[in-house]
């Protein structure tokens, strides 16, 4: 349970960052680049031990999920 709590604030908090750096708008058009830097990158970032890449797998999934309804809304 605790796994999915981090992994869903890891999730939000790049999304967050991303709409402040970049505008919604364009983070909306362009979520399929995001889902692809994000999945390669999280990875990278909790490289070592079992539970960090569950979480980075769990987080992808969640921020692939959340742009995609951020695209949504968007349109």
């Given at each position: 349970m605790d796994?999915l709590?981090?992994a869903?604030i ?8 991303l ?5 919604p ?5 362009s979520h399929?680049?995001w889902d692809?830097?994000f ?10 031990t079992y539970?960090g890449m569950v ?18 809304m968007?349109?």
């Amino acid at each position: 349970m605790d796994t999915l709590f981090i992994a869903f604030i890891a999730a939000l908090g790049y999304l967050i960052i991303l709409c402040k750096v970049f505008s919604p708008r364009s983070v909306a058009k362009s979520h399929v680049l995001w889902d692809v830097v994000f999945t390669l990158g999280i990875p990278l970032l909790f490289l070592g031990t079992y539970s960090g890449m569950v979480t980075a797998f769990l987080s992808g999934i969640m921020f692939s999920a959340m742009s995609f309804v951020l695209s949504i809304m968007h349109r």
